[in-house]
C-alpha cells in the first residue's frame, strides 16, 4: 500500500532499499527555503541497524502489509515467551529480542496482538495500559512541589520509572506500556 512522505507515523513499517524498517521516530520540517520534508529514524526489522532518512510530501512510499491476530500471553522461559491463538487455540513462540523490555510488562492470559509479514513475527502489541504495584520507592520529601517533581521508583517486574511524591511502597498504579510512564494511582 502506497502512502505519502508526509504520511509516516512512528509504530509503522514500511519497505525501503528492499527491507523492512520500523519507524521509530518523525519530525516535520519546513525550511525557510525549499520544500518540506519529513526527517524519520528507521531501524531495520531484519538486522537492527539504524537509518536516518528525509521524505518529501511528494515522495511514494510503499507501507507494508501486516496481518494481526490476538493471542493470549501463556508463560515464558530463558529465551522465549509462548502464546496460544484464542480462536483455534493454536501455540506460537516468540523470541524476546523482538519483545525488549515489553516481556516485563506481560501478565498471565494478557491478550496481545501480534503483527506477521509473511508468516514472520514482527511485533507483539499489548494493551495500553496495565496495572502494576510498586516494590521500592524514596519517602516523600515533606516541602517538596506536587506538579514539578518526581521521584524514582522500581515497579514489582524491576523496570524503574518515576512517579509523584504521593505514590509509596506497595501503591498500584497504572502504567502506559507505550512511554513506561505513571498515569495513575489505583485506589
Same mark, same amino acid.
Given at each position: 500500500?502506497?502512502? /505519502?512522505?508526509?504520511?509516516?507515523?512512528?509504530?509503522?513499517?514500511?519497505?525501503?532499499?528492499?527491507?523492512?524498517?520500523?519507524?521509530?521516530?518523525?519530525?516535520?520540517?519546513?525550511?525557510?527555503?525549499?520544500?518540506?520534508?519529513? !526527517?524519520? $529514524?528507521?531501524?531495520?526489522?531484519?538486522?537492527?541497524?539504524?537509518?536516518? $532518512?528525509?521524505?518529501?510530501?511528494?515522495?511514494?512510499?510503499?507501507?507494508?502489509?501486516?496481518?494481526?491476530?490476538?493471542?493470549?500471553?501463556?508463560?515464558? =522461559? *530463558? !529465551?522465549?515467551?509462548?502464546?496460544? =491463538? *484464542?480462536?483455534?487455540?493454536? *501455540?506460537?513462540?516468540? =523470541?524476546? %529480542?523482538? /519483545?525488549?523490555?515489553?516481556?516485563?510488562?506481560?501478565? $498471565?492470559?494478557?491478550?496481545?496482538?501480534? *503483527?506477521?509479514?509473511?508468516?514472520?513475527?514482527?511485533?507483539?502489541?499489548?494493551? %495500553?495500559?496495565?496495572?502494576?504495584?510498586? =516494590?521500592?520507592?524514596?519517602?516523600?520529601?515533606?516541602? !517538596?512541589?506536587?506538579?514539578?517533581?518526581?521521584?524514582?521508583? &522500581?515497579?514489582?517486574?524491576?523496570?524503574? &520509572?518515576?512517579?509523584?511524591?504521593? &505514590?509509596? %511502597?506497595?501503591?498500584? &498504579?497504572?502504567?502506559?506500556?507505550?512511554?513506561?510512564?505513571?498515569?495513575?494511582?489505583?485506589?
Amino acid at each position: 500500500m502506497k502512502i /505519502l512522505g508526509n504520511e509516516i507515523k512512528p509504530g509503522m513499517i514500511i519497505e525501503h532499499n528492499n527491507d523492512l524498517w520500523m519507524v521509530l521516530k518523525t519530525q516535520y520540517v519546513k525550511p525557510g527555503k525549499g520544500g518540506a520534508f519529513n !526527517q524519520v $529514524e528507521l531501524k531495520s526489522v531484519k538486522k537492527g541497524t539504524k537509518l536516518n $532518512e528525509r521524505f518529501r510530501s511528494s515522495d511514494s512510499i510503499e507501507k507494508a502489509v501486516l496481518d494481526e491476530k490476538k493471542f493470549n500471553f501463556l508463560y515464558e =522461559d *530463558q !529465551q522465549k515467551c509462548y502464546f496460544m =491463538d *484464542q480462536t483455534n487455540f493454536e *501455540q506460537i513462540e516468540v =523470541d524476546k %529480542s523482538i /519483545l525488549g523490555e515489553k516481556n516485563k510488562l506481560m501478565k $498471565e492470559n494478557m491478550e496481545v496482538t501480534i *503483527q506477521f509479514y509473511e508468516d514472520q513475527v514482527l511485533s507483539v502489541d499489548l494493551p %495500553s495500559h496495565v496495572e502494576l504495584k510498586i =516494590d521500592v520507592t524514596d519517602a516523600a520529601i515533606k516541602g !517538596q512541589t506536587v506538579s514539578s517533581s518526581y521521584k524514582p521508583a &522500581i515497579l514489582e517486574n524491576g523496570i524503574k &520509572i518515576t512517579v509523584p511524591p504521593f &505514590i509509596n %511502597s506497595g501503591d498500584k &498504579i497504572i502504567l502506559d506500556t507505550r512511554t513506561l510512564e505513571y498515569i495513575k494511582k489505583v485506589k
